[in-house]
């Protein structure tokens, strides 16, 4: 009878154990979707970005990026916008991904590669909620390493509109889909 009651109590603990596991990962990964940033972009609305196609890349002296946008946005530009002169479509999404970035010391030439990840960069096309801005919405989400969490930057999407205004013509957006 002992020996069933050890082997229960020794279940009991596993299984509760692996309640909290699930529970606590299932708890950090609704952080990230639960974020509304100040001008009220919703990261939840951005979900699957990790998946979404890659449009372009661009480098700084800091950070490495990555374009990514939604399959809506992704269909657009390969029917040619903006290049034909028409606007992305309403729900268009985009997102800069950004790494701090180090020198690789396993290839065999000099190149820097993702270190450290830092922060996604969000669009979205939505006339209706962000008629003052061209139709776009901007936000961004920092991520901190340390703590393995996301926040909303209380800023206003880093430049935001003010410096995509500049590439207005464009519809916005300063990265043209790359040739494959």
């Not at 606590?24 to 979707?33: C, G, I, L, V």
């Not at 490495?64 to 040619?80: C, D, Q, S, T």
């Not at 396993?106 to 979205?124: C, G, I, L, N």
Request: charged share 20%.
């Amino acid at each position: 009878m002992k020996s069933n009651s050890k082997l229960t109590i020794a279940l009991a603990v596993a299984v509760l154990a692996i309640d909290v596991t699930v529970i606590s990962r299932a708890d950090s990964a609704q952080d990230k979707y639960s974020l509304i940033s100040p001008g009220g972009i919703a990261f939840s609305d951005f979900r699957g970005y990790e998946d979404w196609s890659v449009v372009s890349s661009a480098r700084t002296d800091e950070v490495l990026k990555v374009i990514v946008a939604n399959p809506k946005m992704i269909a657009a530009y390969k029917a040619g916008v903006p290049g034909n002169g028409q606007p992305f479509p309403e729900g268009s999404m985009i997102v800069k991904l950004q790494w701090k970035q180090k020198k690789s010391t396993e290839a065999p030439f000099a190149v820097d590669v993702p270190d450290v990840f830092s922060q996604a960069f969000v669009m979205e096309m939505n006339s209706k909620r962000f008629p003052k801005t061209g139709g776009w919405g901007y936000a961004v989400f920092n991520y901190e390493p340390a703590s393995d969490k996301f926040t909303a930057d209380a800023a206003p999407a880093g430049c935001g509109n003010v410096c995509h205004v500049k590439v207005k013509a464009k519809d916005y957006i300063f990265h043209p889909y790359q040739k494959r």
